[in-house]
């Protein structure tokens, strides 16, 4: 069992990192959006394997089924598959960002390793319960009940910006 | 056995990417796209200590990073919507009115 | 049913807020209804204001947990939203001034983006947990993106807002990541849990640097502190001229009121205050942080400054260094610091706002903000010319002046007895000098030098309203730079953070 668990990881882990990778170096904008569609769907199995089914779920509707809808429907919408209005190039100054990225994975490898090496092993025993529906619609209504009534209000400031910037002028 | 330090070395080379995303590429689709890269590692790394340490707070706040990554998404998109209207291009080196 | 009575209970407290929610949606409402540009949705607006000034007001000395502590009251957060509800009234009015509003496409919505800012920032001042700080930061952000895009028949305002959101998505998502390992580290999202975890268990140092500066990275975006402050002279000069008014006061206020909450709570060893200082967990340096930003934005602020040719750009990288200004009383740490914070701060609003509102008078009658533009323009619009080199005046700290007021409380807080901070006294002294140097220069522009046909050209008449509100917002900024008491006595209670004592 304990295997099975690793073989997933890895695999998982794989799949997100090639994806993510291919979606950053990939010229046509669509082909971008797939790969990071594929990188949502394996970020989601590793959710599972945290025990996380909800949030997983929800990864897939909101995520995969919302947001990167909304993102293939304006790349189609703008027809921007036109590759020669985006040439990039090597430049020193990117060189330098893929190196200060990788510094601070580095940093964040070796805080990582100081601060949680060692310290845990195993998933929490009670982490089957709290990734349900029915334990965090609880906490969620209960006692997060004010954000989630101010994160409506935050999507509806979203809908209003929306149309105001993307409608054409009114008569 | 899949430690915690597995799940947060992954989080961490995904926002790497990330970021390397964002300031490398040009296409503000794609750096858009990127930023949700790095929003989806957060995700990874806040379920990975939720369940890790049997606390239910970390999911809640991917509930509402979800939610505001969302918003944010349909601001963006009706940015570069509007964005295209004027100019014709998303390429942010084409985009220098301003000093960028 | 716990949690319902206590939801139940807090409402009650939570009047302020609640009063601009029913407003921003009655503006929604309002606008639908009418459907053409109208001075009542403004209207509306601002009474809703007023009423929410009223219930702040009724809160004066209350210290209160809400809402299972997502929020608090305490004279801090007060005294933040005296300062967004009046600096938003002020900018519902420049609104109704500005050209650039009236020729762009829309109707009235900017009413209900304000509101949805200010409500934002009254959370970001209340707020005491990373869940309910992130919430409100983005809340407050997505407004001001939008708003930044607001004349979108410009291409320079839809570049501006295009930068502005990528920069903001950005940088929050690296203070999201800093926050998610604060949370794996101690396993609460509560700032005061935090605290007491950090204040009881041996922590690796590098973890709380990175952590810090990942958060700092967030909070240092929204005051646009060096080095996050890429987008804000670009932002500043593409956004139409009450929207960045709008985001140099209120919402740079609101990141204020955020990173000081954050830092003085989240690394507070004891509750105790002794002998005005707040006591910091021993070994966590997070002052070294503060100041390295605070000295980087006075300096490049202040140098940049003074190649600008841009009005906007120039008042862009002023606000980069009055930022640092204010970090500065956030460095010493104590209830000295603290209030003189909070003075700059209330002094910044209304010299900045004046300065803002001229800004808004020139661009309407010339159309740019090109400082090369206004030579000889002090002679064509006397009293215009001689309210901005007041507030440019003010800006750079010349004593008579509110700004002087600021200075004088920030210098003599850094230079308490055993602190150590007489140098960066120093620094903030010298700062001072080299800000006077582009500050004199719009004077200069507008009154020294001469276009080639300045005596043919009319003078320029503006309507009565726009110099009462001109005459409004000199008189504070001259009167409490001779009479500061009110403001001095205000700031000191109000230098109080919930559950310190």
């Known amino acids: 069992m304990q295997n099975l668990e690793l073989i997933f990881f890895i695999a998982f882990a794989i799949i997100a990192i090639y994806s993510a990778i291919m979606m950053v170096t990939r010229r046509n904008p669509i082909s971008s959006a797939l790969f990071l569609i594929l990188n949502f769907f394996a970020v989601s199995g590793v959710y599972l394997l945290l025990k996380a089914q909800f949030i997983a779920i929800i990864q897939v509707l909101v995520y995969m089924g919302a947001i990167m809808v909304l993102f293939l429907f304006v790349i189609m919408l703008l027809n921007l598959h036109d590759e020669n209005k985006l040439s990039e190039s090597i430049t020193y100054r990117k060189i330098t960002a893929v190196l200060l990225s990788i510094l601070l994975m580095g940093l964040l490898f070796v805080t990582f390793f100081f601060g949680f090496m060692g310290k845990k092993s195993e998933i929490h025993e009670t982490a089957g319960t709290i990734g349900k529906a029915e334990f965090l619609g609880k906490e969620l209504f209960l006692k997060y009940a004010f954000p989630v009534e101010i994160a409506g209000l935050l999507l509806l400031a979203a809908v209003v910006g929306a149309v105001v910037l993307a409608k054409k002028k009114f008569e | 056995m899949v430690e915690l330090n597995y799940y947060l070395g992954l989080s961490s080379i995904l926002f790497a990417i990330g970021v390397i995303g964002v300031l490398v590429r040009r296409n503000a689709i794609i750096i858009f796209m990127s930023i949700e890269l790095m929003f989806n590692s957060i995700n990874l790394s806040l379920i990975s200590f939720s369940s890790f340490l049997g606390d239910v707070t970390g999911q809640i706040l991917v509930f509402f990073i979800i939610a505001v990554a969302a918003a944010e998404a349909a601001i963006g998109l009706a940015i570069i919507i509007a964005l295209f209207r004027n100019k014709g291009t998303v390429n942010i080196d084409e985009i220098n009115i301003l000093k960028w | 049913m716990n949690n319902f009575t206590e939801i139940l209970k807090s409402i009650n407290s939570f009047l302020p807020e609640l009063s601009v929610i029913t407003t921003l949606l009655l503006c929604l ?299 500065a009383g956030l460095v010493v740490a104590d209830t000295i610091g603290l209030t003189a914070m909070l003075i700059y701060l209330s002094a910044y609003l209304f010299m900045n706002l004046g300065a803002f509102f001229v800004t808004i008078l020139i661009v309407n009658k010339l159309g740019t903000d090109d400082i090369e533009q206004m030579k000889g323009l002090g002679y064509r619009l006397p009293f215009v010319g001689v309210a901005m080199a007041v507030f440019m005046l003010a800006l750079s700290g010349i004593p008579a002046t509110v700004g002087f007021i600021g200075k004088f409380y920030l210098v003599t807080a850094l230079m308490k007895p055993g602190a150590g901070y007489l140098w960066f006294a120093i620094v903030l002294m010298l700062n001072s000098v080299v800000s006077l140097f582009f500050y004199l220069k719009v004077v200069k522009s507008m009154f020294l030098e001469r276009a080639d046909n300045t005596d043919e050209l009319p003078g320029i008449k503006f309507s009565v309203q726009s110099y009462i509100i001109l005459i409004l917002l000199l008189i504070p900024t001259i009167f409490f730079g001779l009479y500061f008491g009110p403001i001095v006595k205000l700031a000191e209670s109000s230098a109080v953070l919930f559950g310190i004592r």
């Open chain 3, 29 to 327: 409402i309002a606008d639908i209804i009418i459907r053409k540009k109208s001075p009542i949705v403004t209207i509306i607006a601002i009474a809703g204001l007023l009423v929410s000034a009223y219930f702040v007001y009724m809160q004066s000395a209350v210290q209160e947990s809400l809402f299972s502590g997502m929020l608090v009251i305490d004279p801090f957060a007060v005294f933040f939203k005296y300062l967004f509800i009046l600096s938003s009234i002020i900018i519902l009015i420049f609104f109704e001034f500005s050209n650039e509003i009236k020729e762009s496409t829309h109707k009235n919505e900017y009413s209900y983006l304000i509101l949805s800012l200010v409500l934002g920032a009254f959370l970001m001042a209340s707020s005491v947990n990373l869940l309910m700080m992130y919430l409100s930061l983005e809340l407050a952000s997505l407004t001001s993106y939008i708003l930044a895009g607001y004349s979108k028949s410009e291409k320079k305002s839809s570049e501006s807002s295009m930068k502005y959101l990528i920069y903001g998505a950005a940088s929050s998502g690296i203070m999201l990541y800093g926050m998610s390992l604060l949370y794996g580290f101690t396993g609460s999202l509560d700032i005061y849990e935090i605290s007491r975890y950090l204040a009881t268990n041996p922590t690796p140092n590098a973890f709380i640097y990175l952590t810090m500066i990942m958060i700092a990275a967030g909070l240092g975006y929204k005051t646009s502190s060096v080095p996050f402050h890429f987008w804000t002279p670009d932002v500043y000069e593409g956004s139409p001229t009450p929207v960045t008014a709008f985001l140099a006061v209120t919402s740079s206020a609101a990141g204020f009121s955020l990173i000081t909450r954050l830092f003085l709570t989240t690394f507070l060893g004891s509750t105790q205050i002794v002998d005005g200082a707040f006591s910091i967990i021993a070994g966590i340096h997070w002052q070294e942080i503060i100041i390295v930003i605070s000295v980087a934005s006075m300096i490049v602020g202040n140098f940049v400054a003074i190649w600008q040719k841009s009005l906007k750009r120039l008042l862009g990288y002023s606000s980069i260094a009055q930022g640092g200004y204010m970090l």
